[in-house]
């Protein structure tokens, strides 16, 4: 099995690293290979234009989604572009581990899957990617009552559904701990344990035995 792991946190002692770090050990004991991308570690650039490609000609007014499919098929994308793309390219599934800011991604993250997830590569007419399993592992404010749970759920399912559901991949159950700034120690251990659970279930379980699965 291969796994990209994609981690979007600026603080390596943040408990999203905790969860990424767990995936890391549990995943390579289950005998996985591993792609890890740590978007703040490496200052991944978030804004995409005209600078992902090389050598663009002039095609009048800026377009991404040309200017995507036209260095996809003359090999013209920056460096970072290319790395992430090859990881995907020879990944089964995507693991994107990730604070909800705002209701959303953190401005790294949907950096890239703007720059990353480009038209004529992961979507549109003649893509080339085979779609894959994508997973989420969410941190959030926390939640004071049901209604706040069902909330944070569609939104997350919104938040698979745009961008995954319409690319055609397989969204997994995503693992979401809610209000860990307000957990104590035995309540954060007690969190990574169902994390390790959950990617041993929905991961290599399901891998193994051939289950389908679905957010």
Same mark, same amino acid.
């Given at each position: 099995?291969?796994?990209?792991? /994609?981690?979007?946190? #600026? $603080?390596?002692?943040? *408990? !999203?690293? %905790? ?33 992902? /490609?090389?050598?663009? #000609? $002039?095609?009048?007014? *800026? !377009?991404? %989604? ?51 997830l480009s038209s004529g590569f992961a979507y549109g007419e003649g893509a080339s990617l085979a779609p894959k399993k994508v997973m989420y592992s969410i ?77």
């Amino acid at each position: 099995m291969n796994i990209h792991l /994609v981690v979007a946190h #600026p $603080e390596k002692q943040s *408990f !999203n690293f %905790a969860l990424h770090e767990l995936a890391v050990r549990v995943l390579t004991e289950q005998g996985a290979t591993l792609r890890i991308t740590d978007l703040y570690g490496e200052q991944f650039d978030p804004v995409a234009g005209h600078n992902d /490609v090389i050598n663009l #000609p $002039e095609l009048g007014a *800026f !377009n991404l %989604a040309k200017a995507q499919r036209w260095a996809l098929e003359h090999q013209a994308f920056c460096a970072d572009i290319y790395q992430e793309q090859e990881k995907l390219i020879v990944s089964d599934v995507l693991v994107m581990q990730f604070p909800l800011w705002w209701w959303s991604f953190p401005a790294v993250l949907k950096g890239w899957i703007d720059r990353v997830l480009s038209s004529g590569f992961a979507y549109g007419e003649g893509a080339s990617l085979a779609p894959k399993k994508v997973m989420y592992s969410i941190t959030t404010g926390g939640a004071s009552d049901q209604a706040e749970l069902d909330y944070y759920r569609d939104k997350i399912a919104g938040l698979y559904q745009d961008i995954f559901g319409f690319i055609g991949w397989q969204a997994l159950p995503p693992f979401i701990a809610h209000g860990v700034q307000k957990k104590s120690l035995p309540e954060r251990r007690s969190l990574l344990e169902q994390y390790e659970r959950h990617l041993l279930t929905h991961l290599v379980e399901s891998q193994t035995t051939g289950v389908a699965e679905h957010a």
